[in-house]
Nanobody, 122 residues
Framework: EVQLQASGGGLVQTGGSLRLSCVAS????????IGWFRQAPGKEREVVSC???????FYDDSVKGRFTISSDSAKNTVYLQMNNLKPEDTAVYYC????????????????WGRGTQVTVSS
């Protein structure tokens, strides 16, 4: 059974940091891209950052320079280090897995985990 377990969300003040973790199981981790997406109330789900199976990374312009994605294949885990958080980063964050490379279109991702709430207070 494919499972993606996201954790690490919480409530922080503007300028604070959080590290999200996504633990994957049930598929060959090294053959899949892993992506982080977020969805704020009333808004469409949007891409935040992705890492391909060969380690290439993608960041949405809104998080470049503040967020860093990394992967630990020994632990089947992808991390999203979020620094200098802003109120507009408030959302439910989801991790997803996809074969065939990264995509900014959330509809093209195969597997999804439950989200973790990130709230940034001003």
């Amino acid at each position: 059974e494919v499972q993606l377990q996201a954790s690490g969300g919480g409530l922080v003040q503007t300028g604070g940091s959080l590290r999200l973790s996504c633990v994957a199981s049930g598929f060959n981790f090294d053959d899949y891209a892993i992506g982080w997406f977020r969805q704020a109330p009333g808004k469409e789900r949007e891409v935040v950052s992705c890492i391909s199976d060969d380690g290439a990374t993608f960041y949405d312009d809104s998080v470049k320079g503040r967020f860093t994605i990394s992967s630990d294949s020994a632990k089947n885990t992808v991390y999203l280090q979020m620094n200098n958080l802003k109120p507009e980063d408030t959302a439910v964050y989801y991790c997803a897995a996809r074969s065939g490379g990264v995509s900014t279109n959330h509809r093209l991702w195969n597997y999804w985990g439950r989200g973790t709430q990130v709230t940034v207070s001003s």
